[in-house]
T-cell receptor
């Protein structure tokens, strides 16, 4: 397996635009996590899914953020409209319960 | 107050030294994770543990549930161990992260 695959690796967008981040988890992993990392706040869990169902989205900062997992092999994190303070590295990770999480390489988002 | 506290925040060691990074937490947990973030940004999950001790190569992780404390040890440290080490705990529903320990191993 190629591991957790995220795309794009880098995204630069203008304030107000919609941004969609994509993640392909490792095949067979039941859990998928979206994290955000900034210098100020460190690593934060935004939302996680179990068997494609969102379990805990308490980390999602506001209504501008939404995440979906339409099937076991794909998830998206969408920001609409984007703001400069959303600039961060967004990581996706997947795991089998109760095993270790495997992380993607991250998407570096810059909102100007 | 953070639910997860790590110490030290920064650590510089000479190659070959034995290194210990500490993690204390204040919430009930079902598991504790140690993550390693390389200078390039990639994150690797090193250990997940809920009791006792785990060993992988030169890395050893221990946890004391009663004391709510975990340690990550690196034996015979090497410059390639230079990274940020992050402690994270979960109670099954929520995750809490430490702010990380930045380790630099000098040749």
């Amino acid at each position: 397996d190629a591991g957790v695959i995220q795309s794009p690796r880098h995204e630069v967008t203008e304030m107000g635009q919609e941004v969609t981040l994509r993640c392909k988890p490792i095949s067979g992993h039941d859990y998928l996590f979206w994290y955000r990392q900034t210098m100020m706040r460190g690593l934060e869990l935004l939302i996680y899914f179990n068997n494609n169902v969102p379990i805990d989205d308490s980390g999602m900062p506001e209504d501008r953020f939404s995440a979906k997992m339409p099937n076991a092999s794909f998830s998206t994190l969408k920001i609409q409209p984007s703001e400069p303070r959303d600039s961060a590295v967004y990581f996706c990770a997947s795991s089998q319960p109760p095993g270790q999480a495997f992380f993607g390489q991250g998407t570096r988002l810059t909102v100007v | 107050k953070n639910e997860v506290e790590q110490s030290p925040q920064n650590l510089t060691a000479q190659e070959g030294e034995f290194i210990t990074i500490n993690c204390s937490y204040s919430v009930g947990i079902s598991a504790l994770h140690w993550l390693q973030q390389h200078p390039g940004g990639g994150i690797v999950s090193l250990f997940m543990l809920s009791s006792g001790k785990k060993k992988h190569g030169r890395l050893i992780a221990t946890i004391n549930i009663q004391e709510k404390h975990s340690s990550l040890h690196i034996t015979a440290s090497h410059p390639r161990d230079s990274a940020v080490y992050i402690c994270a705990v979960t109670n099954g529903n929520q995750f809490y992260f430490g702010t990380g320990t930045s380790l630099t191993v000098i040749p």
